[in-house]
């Protein structure tokens, strides 16, 4: 009963992400640790392959339809790789099961999670369709500048952030990351935005992945159950996008996600 519970959960959490665009870390790590009770460290090990492994899909996806700005994926990954190799470096010194790297996983999941609800909940109300509209008109006038930050080191510097977060929590990449690119690169079109976000978290979560299996962090089999679900999650929720109230599930995802990180962070 549990292998199919596996795929459903998986499929759930694909449906939302490709309804949503919000990030399957922030989603899928809580519903194994609460749901299923598996261990923190095999959740987020065995949850940044996956996230990995799903977006490499809409990776090559968005780059065949020349969304991909590589320019800015890079100025993000010059900050998280190196960023997450030395968080993964910290974790072996610790021990991933240790009760202390326990404890900093789960804290620093619900912070993340908190992160991460206060920013899909900034995207419902700052980001009207009209809005939208607007502000991609005058992005596309400004293209060259598009991908030029607001300053050189704010990429390097926030990545970092986020290669942290990604390697301790599996969360970091979805939600937090387009907030940051949003201000980053204010001239940049949303859906540049989310192509550059959706590229730049498959080297991170990859190597985070890599590191985590290489400490013993990751199960394979519930790995193989997950991507079951979920890929056809993604494909049916990319499908609906255009016929479901996405104000409305973004705002009930901010409230889950908040009420899952402050579970964590009291625990």
Known sequence: ????????????????????????????????????GIKPHLAIGTDLLFAAFTKMGGTVS????????????????????PAAILALWALKELGPASGQAQRIMTTTLGFALLLT????????????????????ALRQANAEQATRPRHWSLPVLLGAVIGTLVTFTSVGAGAIGVTVLLLVYPLLPLPRIIGADIAYAVPLTLVA?????SLGSVDWGLLAQLLAG??????????????????LIRSALSILLAWAGAKLILI
Do not use: N
């Open 230 to 247: 979920s890929l056809p999650g993604i494909w049916l929720g990319s499908r609906l996008v255009t016929r479901t109230p996405e104000r």
């Open 117 to 136: 609800a206060a920013a899909t909940l900034y995207k419902v109300v700052a980001f009207s369709r009209q809005r939208q509209a607007a502000e991609q």
């Open 62 to 81: 968005m780059a065949r339809q020349r969304l991909v700005p590589w320019r800015v994926v890079g100025q993000l990954c010059a900050g998280s790789i």
């Open 209 to 213: 992945g890599l590191g985590h299996a």
């Open 1 to 36: 009963m549990h292998d199919l519970a596996f795929v459903f959960a998986g499929f759930a959490v694909g449906l939302i992400v490709g309804l949503t665009g919000v990030g399957g870390g922030s989603l899928m790590t809580p519903v194994l640790i609460f749901f299923f």
